[in-house]
């Protein structure tokens, strides 16, 4: 029973998501949404319903850029550097802020 609810869950996530400015392809649920240190959405991992192939895209100017496909998620992430991407955004000194004035 928990897991209905989840799928519930699961698929209206993906139906809010479809709405959002970008369009997830027609089939693929997305799974996993990747996010900067400043909550800005950089990266999306979705999949078919199966879960036999993995997808991940980049968000650019409110659309999906297909990075590549993988039969695992951790394979994207390695190939794609997906965990350093997010890691430099984070890195980066944020603006009108000086270091040691505190």
């Given amino acids: 029973m928990c897991q209905c609810v989840v799928m519930q869950d699961v698929t209206r ?3 809010v998501v479809r709405e959002m400015a970008y369009k997830v392809p027609k089939g693929e649920r997305i799974w996993v949404r990747y996010f900067d240190a400043e ?3 950089k990266f999306v ?5 199966l879960r036999d192939c993995y997808f991940l895209y980049r ?3 409110s659309k999906l ?3 590549g496909k993988a039969a ?9 550097g997906v965990e ?4 430099l955004a984070e890195e980066k000194p944020k603006r009108g ?3 040691g004035v505190g």
Avoid: A, C, G, Q
């Fill in 13 to 15: 996530l993906n139906r």
């Fill in 39 to 41: 909550h800005n959405e």
């Fill in 45 to 49: 991992l979705t999949s078919k319903e």
């Fill in 59 to 61: 968000i650019l100017d």
């Fill in 65 to 67: 850029e297909k990075l």
């Fill in 72 to 80: 695992t998620p951790d394979v994207l992430e390695k190939k794609f």
């Fill in 84 to 87: 350093n991407e997010l890691k």
């Fill in 97 to 99: 802020r000086r270091k």
